[in-house]
């Protein structure tokens, strides 16, 4: 029995160090330098500037260009990271310190019909692609990918920047 | 022959006068600039805090500013501090909302048969800075062929734009 319990200690003791050490040195370890720690710009950012969509060479209707500025505002607010949601020309936005930058460029868009959605099913959905750029204070990029947004079967095709805001949102609340 | 002349000063001077009395209030009163207004325009984008996105109401042209007035709210904003203001055209579903759902259920798809029926709108689009500096947007959705007036009359006011109106060509006999 008294062989039993030792083997027992043996084998448990350097399980509960184990566990001991990385519970101790875990949380060290993720503060690692300002360049590459999520956690550590998650601390670096209060406040986030949003820049009017860059068209590029893409033609897209002036009525899309302002719903997805809008709907980008009213989603990163909504996620609750910031404790400022600037606009573009804001002369608040010069005194935050700490504030990211999100800038968006159009890489191709597709207006549908909501006609045809909805007598074919198949056909006339809404597509929208853009690049994301979210940038710190400093410029160093955070987040530089493409985005797309959609409105497939059912609503209006403004509903593509309600989609494609909401993932930026989701993107933004992941990453910052 | 004096009572003839006094006669005649008399009846002649408000005359000779009048034009002069009318073009010096004229001046000291500036000509307000004819108000454009359209009843049950949506506001798809844009309320702000005041009004809520989707609501419906009266947009007009009061003074150099565009008002947008619900039974509960208004917001405005000065022509001048319009960065850009465009129109568009697009088409709208006659049926909607809770109404559009119920038509999913009519079988040998005569749902999608209703879907076919649409109507042709008008999108007017504005960019503008608010006191503050910050970059704003709103989009109205108006009746076929409502917007123009409105772009007319703002850009009037001072609002800019990249795409000014097409003049119409003269009638040629």
Sequence with gaps: MKRHTRAAVSVVSPIVLACALVLTVGPLWGQTGPGDSKS???LSASAIQIEPMDPGDVPIPPEFRMAIYEDLIAQITKTGKFQHVYRSGDHDAA??????????????????????????TVTGSTKMTLNVHITD???QTLVDRDVQGKVRFLGENLRATYDFSKKVAKIVQDTI | MRARGLFLLAVGAPLM????????????????APSVVQTDVKLVIGGG?????????????????????TGKAKVELEAPSI???STNEDSRQDITGAAH?????????????LSLFSHKVDVLTVEFRSVNGGYHGAI??????????????????????????????????
């Design chain 1, 40 to 42: 550590a710009q998650k």
């Design chain 1, 95 to 120: 005194s935050a310190s700490d504030m990211v930058t999100l800038r968006t460029t159009v890489r191709s868009f597709t207006k549908g019909s909501q006609k045809k959605r909805e007598v074919t």
């Design chain 1, 137 to 139: 204070h400093a410029g």
């Design chain 2, 17 to 32: 006068l009048f034009p002069v009395l009318a073009r010096s209030q004229a001046a000291v009163t500036p000509q307000a």
């Design chain 2, 49 to 69: 805090e005041k009004i809520k996105n989707g609501s419906h109401g009266t947009l007009s042209v009061v003074g150099s500013s565009l008002q947008f007035a």
């Design chain 2, 83 to 85: 960065l850009e203001i």
């Design chain 2, 101 to 113: 759902f119920a038509t999913m259920a009519i079988p040998y798809g005569g749902g999608r048969f």
């Design chain 2, 140 to 173: 109205f959705v108006l009746a076929q062929g409502q917007a123009a007036p409105f772009k007319k009359q703002l850009v009037a006011l001072g609002a800019k734009t990249s795409a000014p109106l097409a003049e119409p060509a003269p009638a040629t006999k």
